[in-house]
């Protein structure tokens, strides 16, 4: 980061020296003009122009020079910076852990068999196993009704969907008269009808005001 500021503050002093040398050319251009000149009004002019050239060529050249100054200034402290980054940390040892082996000292094992108790296998006898049960006469299976699908109920209502609205007309064209302006949002009952011009399709609703008409299905949004 610092040095793309450096290199744009070297740019901005290079232009600055190229201004100083344009406006000294100029003020030496303007000084000619003065001798040239042959009425007194022109010779003023030629010397006030050739005047503020040197000043702005002076102010270019200090801003330069200010320019040149700030990255100088700003050069020691990117060393510092570097040199410190660059400087190897000791690393301090690491604490060494030495694992001590457990020692385990075998229990004892019982010698005194006195007291343990005196296992006695019950003895063996016979058990009667029942015959399996008679077989179940099966029921003759049955036809189950299958409910058939149903129908999706189809929307009630729709939304004038458009930006601005859409006209309510007489029959299913563009010809048809403008029985009323519907307002983008509007809430319209559906009515069966559904008929094609060949251009849209429309549909058949009930405005809000119970007018009943037909609208342009692609300016309308059907409701679930």
């Known amino acids: 980061m610092t040095a793309v500021v450096n290199f744009v503050i070297l740019l901005l002093a290079l232009s600055a020296f190229v201004a100083a040398v344009y406006f000294v050319i100029r003020a030496f251009r303007y000084k000619g003009q003065s001798v040239k000149a042959t009425y007194n009004v022109g010779q003023v002019e030629a010397r006030r122009a050739m005047q503020v050239d040197f ?44 694992l001590t082996p457990a020692t385990i000292v075998p229990s004892p094992l019982p010698t005194n068999t006195a007291d343990q108790p005196i296992i006695t296998e019950p003895a063996m006898t016979a058990t009667a196993v029942p015959l399996p049960p008679s077989p179940t006469p099966l029921l003759p299976a049955t036809d189950t009704a299958v409910p058939l699908p149903t129908d999706t109920p189809q929307p009630t209502t729709a939304t004038v969907q458009s930006g601005v609205g859409v006209w309510l007309r007489s029959i299913p064209s563009t010809d048809g008269d403008q029985v009323e302006w519907l307002l983008d949002g509007a809430i319209l009952e559906l009515l069966p009808g559904l008929e094609s011009d060949g251009e849209l399709d429309w549909q058949q609703v009930r405005a809000p005001s119970g007018n009943e008409g037909w609208v342009a299905v692609p300016f309308i949004v059907y409701n679930e």
């Open 55 to 98: 000043i702005r060529a002076v102010a270019a050249f200090l801003v330069g020079l200010i320019m040149l100054g700030v990255v100088g200034w700003l050069n020691p402290f990117n060393v510092d910076a570097s040199d410190e980054s660059n400087t190897p940390v000791e690393a301090e040892p690491s604490p060494v852990i030495t």
